[in-house]
């Protein structure tokens, strides 16, 4: 099922992509979150969507049409020294609730705004397939995380070890019992999310993949590369 959200403000993002079933904090420019406020408070809006920009050949920026429609929990702003400057940044938490397509762009300056569609899985998690699929991704990633330090060691630093912090922060560690999600849906998000070594384009390949077996596919192949 999918339902459409009018004029909606579109966030940029560059090297991340946003999962939903996730908090996270971004950081954005005092006058990108001025214009979000003025946005938010003018259309009585509490959620935004976010979508990653991709490069092209040419070097112009491209938005990828697929991104995740979030909630604004909190947000807070700190000085940071540029050089002889003070700059302002602003850290808006986010709390991701789905998947959306772009549908059109409304508006693109000097910020984007954009009729969406909502995307909602159709895939039963309870199917056959789908379980054999997370029990594959769940041992894959277990023994990814079992990898030791002198296993994987300085290659691991300097490519991005899959076996990341981040995953074990996520999961926890194999030496320990890991922390699966209840959700298959959400497994494979946190996933995609926590491999260090995956480019924008591998994740955004996740988020683009909506159906539940086929992400999970894709994420298992993930594991292994």
């Known amino acids: 099922m999918a339902s459409m959200r009018n004029d909606i403000f579109i966030l940029p993002l560059r090297q991340q992509v946003?999962?939903?079933?996730?908090?996270?904090?971004?950081?954005?420019?005092?006058?990108?979150?001025?214009?979000?406020?003025?946005?938010?408070?003018?259309?009585?809006?509490?959620?935004?969507?976010?979508?990653?920009?991709?490069?092209?050949?040419?070097?112009?920026?491209?938005?990828?049409?697929?991104?995740?429609?979030?909630?604004?929990?909190?947000?807070?702003?700190?000085?940071?020294?540029?050089?002889?400057?003070?700059?302002?940044?602003?850290?808006?938490?986010?709390?991701?609730?789905?998947?959306?397509?772009?549908?059109?762009?409304?508006?693109?300056?000097?910020?984007?705004?954009?009729?969406?569609?909502?995307?909602?899985?159709?895939?039963?998690s309870d199917s056959t397939e789908v379980k054999a699929l997370v029990q594959s991704v769940q041992q894959s990633l277990q023994e990814l995380l079992s990898e030791t330090p002198q296993e994987k060691g300085e290659k691991g630093k300097e490519e991005g070890s899959?076996?990341?912090?981040?995953?074990?922060?996520?999961?926890?560690?194999?030496?320990?019992?890991?922390?699966?999600?209840?959700?298959?849906?959400?497994l494979a998000d946190m996933i995609a999310a926590g491999l260090s070594q995956l480019s924008v384009a591998e994740r955004q390949k996740v988020l683009d993949t909506v159906a539940l077996k086929p992400r999970l596919e894709v994420v298992l192949d993930l594991i292994k590369k």
């Not at 981040?166 to 959400?186: E, H, I």
Request: hydrophobic content about 35%; some cysteine.
């Open 162 to 186: 899959g076996g990341s912090s981040l995953l074990r922060n996520l999961f926890g560690s194999a030496s320990k019992r890991v922390r699966w999600p209840a959700s298959a849906s959400v």
């Open 18 to 124: 946003i999962f939903p079933a996730m908090r996270t904090s971004l950081s954005v420019s005092t006058q990108s979150f001025v214009e979000l406020c003025e946005f938010c408070e003018k259309h009585n809006r509490t959620h935004i969507g976010v979508l990653a920009v991709k490069s092209t050949k040419n070097g112009v920026d491209e938005l990828y049409s697929t991104g995740t429609w979030c909630r604004i929990a909190s947000h807070s702003q700190t000085t940071k020294k540029s050089g002889d400057k003070e700059v302002s940044v602003v850290t808006l938490s986010v709390e991701g609730q789905s998947r959306f397509r772009v549908e059109r762009f409304t508006q693109t300056g000097p910020f984007h705004v954009a009729n969406i569609q909502l995307l909602e899985e159709r895939d039963a």
